[in-house]
């Protein structure tokens, strides 16, 4: 394709944004009166609508298809997929990280940022730590993958090769033999959890931070005057009040860590025991050419990241009622 071709596509496609914008518009703005206004916003709300099912709602629906099909789509397999998925060896290592990260990144993430948040609020240097802690929220994920893949980065010991990974190079100040630790099973799975909760850590710091600044004064005071301070200040004040902001945080890490690809994809490829529900969907649709299994796999990811988005939901308007 030309760059001739390109700009007329281009053209092309602003023009026809264009002119859908201009019926919106004309449609819209004609008329008087209450009808007049529900075909406005009929006509404002019909594009999105469009984009919406055109965007999410058919490929969700052909997703769900496809994974009751073969590898080619040819012919049905009804639940095979999904049952290859909870049987075959290979797969089940890939739900047992899934599982660790959900289970240990959100947690770790937010404890991390909430007591940091704790620790440096209304201190001196206030501003300066908290930029610290949320630079890595800048970097993107491959970004970031690649920072911790130096660190992790491995060298024989011979001949005095010196190590350019951090961790190595302090093993060896310590007298140990430098390790290939991304080749540590299943540890290494837990390394690379490590970069996710130091980019979430920022996010999680920053949100907390704000909640506990919106904590009346009144409130700590008066505890303070009954003799609660330190830890129990923390316990029965600080977290009951900011437990709606906790919910976000954990629940808004939980989502991003089941859709996790890039941390995986960019340090170990998924090889070594270390592939998760994201980026084996990857593999089986665009590696193995399997989209049944793909699709199988993404369905499951949108089945697990569901029921999280409900609960954020719920919880967010028990929030706003009270």
Do not use: C, H
């Amino acid at each position: 394709m030309t760059l001739l071709d390109k700009l007329v596509q281009l053209l092309v496609a602003v023009a026809v944004f264009a002119a859908v914008l201009g019926v919106v518009l004309l449609v819209a703005g004609r008329g008087k009166g209450r009808r007049a206004e529900q075909v406005a916003g009929i006509t404002f709300a019909a594009p999105a609508i469009l984009l919406l099912i055109v965007g999410l709602l058919y490929p969700a629906a052909r997703t769900a298809v496809q994974s009751l099909l073969d590898a080619r789509s040819a012919g049905f397999v009804g639940l095979d997929n999904y049952i290859r998925i909870f049987t075959q060896p290979d797969l089940l290592i890939v739900l047992r990280n899934t599982v660790l990260w959900v289970v240990v990144t959100p947690i770790l993430a937010t404890a991390t940022g909430l007591v940091y948040a704790v620790l440096v609020d209304r201190t001196r240097f206030e501003s300066f730590a908290k930029a610290l802690i949320f630079l890595p929220m800048a970097i993107s994920f491959v970004g970031a993958s690649i920072i911790w893949k130096f660190v992790y980065e491995y060298r024989p010991n011979q001949q005095n090769i010196q190590q350019t990974g951090l961790v190595n190079q302090f093993l060896v100040w310590l007298g140990f033999e430098p390790v290939n630790l991304i080749l540590q099973q299943p540890w290494n799975n837990l390394l690379l959890i490590v970069v996710m909760i130091w980019i979430q850590a920022g996010f999680a710091m920053t949100v907390l931070s704000a909640a506990i600044k919106a904590i009346p004064s009144d409130v700590v005071e008066a505890a303070r005057l009954d003799g609660v301070g330190g830890v129990r200040l923390f316990w029965y004040i600080t977290l009951p009040s900011i437990r709606p902001a906790v919910v976000v945080v954990v629940t808004a890490i939980s989502i991003a860590v089941l859709k996790v690809f890039d941390i995986v994809r960019t340090m170990t490829g998924g090889q070594f025991g270390t592939s998760v529900v994201a980026n084996e969907f990857y593999v089986q649709s665009f590696r193995l050419s399997d989209l049944g299994m793909g699709s199988a796999l993404a369905m499951l990811l949108f089945l697990l990241v569901v029921p999280i988005v409900v609960y954020n939901v719920r919880q967010m308007r028990k929030a706003n009622a009270r």
